[in-house]
């Protein structure tokens, strides 16, 4: 079955370290890859995405993800964190069954201290 | 500006009452879908819709009734079946291609009276 994991409900960061929030992800053929962050009582903003090529994907406010096949992994990373960047994260997966539907982890609530 | 407009942001359901979340896109997209988001849980699909006049049950489709008479609009149906009704909901559209991420409307939240 397809899925994706987010193995850290919470991650604390510095206000200006880098920060790394995990995702990994099991689908059957090339996976299509998205981050998402949420704020509160708000939608989901998109962020990046892999579809092929480079394994370093760079995406809006200095983020950037690293694709891994061997690990099958996709983890969301930022140089040096700012407070503003505190939120919900959500990595997901295009469902290979078509539709354009997509597979979300569970999610991941940063938090970035001053 | 293009985008996602969910309506209303807050609304109440009482015991065996029906509701309705609109949800209205003015992005031409083709393809909208229904989420329910629950905390700790991510989103879960309820319905999709490719094209006009044509919808699909996701993961979790009972207790719930979409249409699709318009493109641009894409109303959920939340009806006294669905016994735990408390969550957060969220509209999506996509453009064609599946390479392209989808777009979200901020959401309604929904509880019991």
């Known amino acids: 079955a397809q899925s994706v994991a987010q193995p850290e409900d919470q991650v604390n960061v510095a206000e200006g370290n880098p920060l790394t929030v995990k995702c990994t992800y099991s689908?059957?053929?090339?996976?299509?890859l998205f981050w998402y962050v949420q704020y509160p009582n708000r939608g989901l903003q998109f962020l990046l995405k892999?579809?092929?090529?480079?394994?370093l994907v760079k995406g809006s406010y200095g983020f950037e993800a690293e694709f891994n096949k061997s690990q099958t992994s996709f983890h969301l990373k930022k140089p040096s964190a700012l407070v503003s960047d505190s939120a919900l994260y959500f990595c997901?997966?295009?469902?290979?069954?078509?539709?354009?539907?997509?597979?979300f982890g569970a999610g991941t609530r940063l938090a970035v201290h001053p | 500006d293009g985008g996602i407009t969910q309506s209303p942001k807050y609304l109440f359901r009482k015991e065996g009452q029906n509701v309705t979340l609109s949800c209205e896109q003015n992005?031409?997209?083709?393809?909208m879908y229904w989420y329910r988001q629950d905390p700790g849980q991510g989103l879960r699909l309820i319905y999709y819709?490719?094209?006009?006049?044509?919808?699909q049950k996701g993961d979790i489709a009972e207790g719930y009734s979409v249409s699709r008479e318009k493109k641009e609009s894409f109303p959920l149906t939340v009806t006294s079946a669905q016994k735990n009704p408390t969550a957060f909901y969220l509209c999506?559209?996509?453009?064609?291609?599946?390479?392209?991420?989808?777009?979200f409307g901020d959401g309604t939240r929904l509880s019991i009276l």
């Open positions: 999506a559209s996509i453009e064609g291609p599946s390479n392209q991420p989808q777009h």
């Open positions: 819709s490719q094209i006009v006049n044509d919808f």
């Open positions: 892999y579809i092929t090529g480079d394994n």
């Open positions: 689908v059957s053929g090339n996976p299509y």
């Open positions: 997901a997966v295009r469902d290979p069954g078509g539709y354009n539907k997509l597979i």
């Open positions: 992005l031409n997209h083709d393809a």
